[in-house]
Each structure stands twice: as C-alpha cells, then as structure tokens.
C-alpha cells in the first residue's frame, strides 16, 4: 500500500477540509490546512496592526517571517486537526470574518507565498498526506498522484459558511458572508503569484451536487485504482 500526497484545491467554502479531514482518517493520512497557514499570518498581521501601517512594505514583515514556526496536530477531544502557529493554537481564532477578509491581501505578498512555499513542500517529504488550498495540485505538488478541484454554487456556500458562523453564536448575515467568499475567489482567481487554477490533470468535484460521503467514496475508489 504505496502512500501518496493527494491534493486539494478549489473555491472558497466548496467543502475541500471537509474532504480532506475525511480523507485523512480513512487512510490514516496527515492533513495540512494551508488556508490555516495564510490565516495565521493574517493573524498575526492584524494583532502587530501591519494593516493600520505599512503592510506593504514588506520589510516590516521580514522579520516574523523569518522563525515562523507551523504544527499541525491532531485534537483528540474536537475530532480534528487544529494548527499551531510559533506554538499557540490559533484554529478557532483564525475562522474569524476579520481574518477571512484580509488573508486574500496576505496571499498576494510574493515574500509570505515564498516562504510558506517552502514549509509546504518540505511536508511533502513524508508522504502520507492530504493538504489542501489553491496552488498545492498547480504549484505545490504538481506531480502528485491524485489531484481534486472543488467548486459549487456560491449560494450553497456562502449558506454553508452562514450556518457555520450562526453555529458559533456569530452575528454575521448571510449577505456579507456571501460578499467575503466572492471577494476571496476573485482575489485568489486573479493574483498574479500562483492564482487559484483548475489543473489539467485534476479530477473536478462539484461539492453543491454530492454530498460528503459520496464525495469520499468517490475519491477512495479514484485511490484504489491508482494503486
Ligand atoms: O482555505 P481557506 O479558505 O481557509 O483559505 C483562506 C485564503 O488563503 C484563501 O482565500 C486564499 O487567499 C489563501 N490561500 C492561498 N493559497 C493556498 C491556500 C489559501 O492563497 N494554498
């Protein structure tokens, strides 16, 4: 049973970490959120207040780019995989509208997608795992075995992404959260760096038409017949 790096790239909300958490524990793979990585930063950036200043003068970036430190870990008691930035677990804090709305502008620096380039490649050298984003089937691991790309309609998943906010007791209307996911997937679409493109060689999941499980009994057989 050869291991292999699937990945997993798509729309904005098309239901990628759902697959990919649910890929993970099938296979016994190791998941990497790398949306998660761009939203730390994000973090990060809003907390020293880059967006007030200078984000765009990216020297005042250089220097917490330099020892960025990224874990993935599994939590046993939420049943899924939280991501540490410089050892503090930020999965919660990162989901937040301020963040969704500002981590397309990071995504854009050609110096923060360089250096989170690296980290993601050097993941690859275990195999065994299952990572999703925009660039990884593109940029990241062109040569992976097995590439998804993840669509639906932006109603179905600004809806989605509502009842999720909704669920966490957020008081954000649908409206707006149907804006952020549009604003994402133009910025994403349309940056110059490593845009959020379909490869050639992917397999296309319209996630608004298939439901989770079928989608992963889907890709499960895709597996076996690679094998
Ligand atoms: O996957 P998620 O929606 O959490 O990603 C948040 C944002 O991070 C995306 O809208 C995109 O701007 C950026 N991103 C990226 N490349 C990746 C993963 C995410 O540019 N591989």
Excluded: C
Excluded at 164 to 186: A, C, H, P, Q
């Amino acid at each position: 049973n050869q291991k292999m790096i699937i990945a997993i790239d798509g729309y904005s909300a098309s239901g990628k970490s759902t697959l990919a958490q649910n890929l993970s524990k099938k296979l016994k793979y190791t998941y990497i959120d790398t949306g998660a990585m761009y939203r730390s930063i994000t973090l990060l950036a809003i907390r020293k207040k880059m967006f007030h200043s200078d984000l765009w003068n990216i020297t005042n970036f250089i220097p917490f780019l330099i020892n960025i430190n990224f874990q993935f870990k599994w939590n046993n008691k939420l049943n899924r995989t939280d991501i540490f930035i410089n050892k503090e677990n930020v999965q919660s804090e990162i989901r937040s509208i301020e963040v969704s709305n500002k981590v397309s502008l990071i995504a854009r620096i050609p110096e923060i997608r360089k250096k989170l380039t690296i980290i993601q490649k050097n993941f690859g050298n275990k195999k065994g795992i299952v990572m999703d984003g925009r660039d990884i089937g593109s940029n990241i691991f062109p040569q992976s075995e097995l590439k998804i790309f993840m669509k639906g309609s932006i109603e179905v998943r600004s809806y989605r992404r509502f009842e999720y906010f909704k669920k966490k007791g957020k008081k954000i209307s649908y409206e707006e959260v149907k804006k952020n996911l549009f604003y994402r997937d133009m910025m994403d679409l349309y940056r110059r760096i490593s845009p959020l493109k379909k490869p050639k060689d992917s397999i296309e999941i319209d996630s608004t038409l298939i439901s989770t499980e079928k989608q992963l009994n889907m890709v499960v057989q895709l597996i076996e017949n690679i094998r």
